[in-house]
């Protein structure tokens, strides 16, 4: 897999900084913290969507003031990432259709390769077909 692109320097240090936070380095914390940080506001408000004591994701920051439809997107796939949840009643918010139309979603991809390192490794570039004769 290649190098992990970020956003921004902000978004980058999030990253790091949560890392060392959790103490845990498993591709479900990388791609949980790289999703979330992907937007200002996730950043600020970690502490609403993750419990650091007990290594959880918090569903009800969902619906949490601060929240826009922008930054329900980064949460939705950063909490599918970490363990599969999509909330009961609301699953259609968690379809590639619904997350995926936005802003972040080159970041979004980058943050399923973390998660899914194994099946997202880099393709070798394709062989040039030569022309066939008659």
């Not at 929240?67 to 909330?87: D, M």
């Not at 972040?104 to 070798?124: H, N, Q, S, T």
Request: hydrophobic share 35%; charged share 30%.
């Amino acid at each position: 897999m290649s190098e992990i692109r970020f956003r921004n320097a902000a978004h980058r240090d999030f990253f790091l900084e949560n890392m060392m936070k959790c103490k845990v380095n498993d591709c479900y914390h990388r791609a949980f913290f790289y999703v979330m940080g992907i937007a200002e506001e996730t950043r600020k408000n970690i502490n609403s969507m993750f419990d650091f004591k007990t290594d959880c994701i918090e569903p009800e920051g969902m619906h949490a003031g601060w929240q826009t439809s922008g930054t329900v997107k980064v949460c939705n796939l950063a909490f599918n990432l970490w363990n599969g949840y999509a909330e009961e009643g609301r699953e259609k918010y968690s379809t590639p259709e619904e997350l995926f139309c936005c802003e972040f979603a080159p970041y979004f991809m980058e943050g399923i390769k973390v998660r899914y390192p194994e099946y997202c490794r880099d393709l070798p570039a394709p062989k040039k077909q030569t022309e066939h004769t008659r």
